[in-house]
Nanobody, 121 residues
Framework: VQLQASGGGLVQAGGSLRLSCGAS????????MGWFRQAPGKEREFVAA????????YYGDSVKGRFTISRDNAKNVVYLQMNSLKPEDTAVYYC???????????????WGQGTLVTVSS
C-alpha cells in the first residue's frame, strides 16, 4: 500500500490543523491506520491509531484530548485533526498502515512520507 500525507504547515500555538493521508494499493479497510511523529533530535513517537471499523481509537498521552483520528474507508483516507496545538507538537508527522499490537510499540508494515508541522509560540 502506498501512503501520501498532506496538510502540514505553520500554525500559531493554540491553532488547529488537519492532516490527511490517502492510501492506494491494497484494501484500505483491512488495515489499522495510524499517525506517528518525530521531532528534531528525538525518537519517533506514537500519536494515534484507529481500528479497521473506526470504532476504536487510541492516542499517545501527549495528544489525548487535543487530537482526533478518523478515517473514511470509502475514500481510502485517514485524518488527524489537531487542536490546541503547542510548540512541542512541532514535528514531522508520518502516516502508517497495518499497525500491529500493541499499537504504538508493535510493528508497522507501511509508512508514508512525512509532512512537517511547525507550531510557533
Amino acid at each position: 500500500v502506498q501512503l501520501q500525507a498532506s496538510g502540514g504547515g505553520l500554525v500559531q500555538a493554540g491553532g488547529s490543523l488537519r492532516l490527511s493521508c490517502g492510501a492506494s494499493g491494497r484494501t484500505f479497510s483491512n488495515y489499522v491506520m495510524g499517525w506517528f511523529r518525530q521531532a528534531p533530535g528525538k525518537e519517533r513517537e506514537f500519536v494515534a491509531a484507529i481500528s479497521r471499523s473506526f470504532i476504536n481509537t487510541y492516542y499517545g498521552d501527549s495528544v489525548k484530548g487535543r487530537f482526533t483520528i478518523s478515517r473514511d474507508n470509502a475514500k481510502n483516507v485517514v485524518y488527524l485533526q489537531m487542536n490546541s496545538l503547542k510548540p512541542e507538537d512541532t514535528a514531522v508527522y508520518y502516516c502508517a498502515a497495518d499497525l500491529r499490537l500493541p499499537y504504538g510499540l508493535g510493528p508497522v508494515n507501511y509508512w508514508g512520507q512525512g509532512t512537517l508541522v511547525t507550531v510557533s509560540s
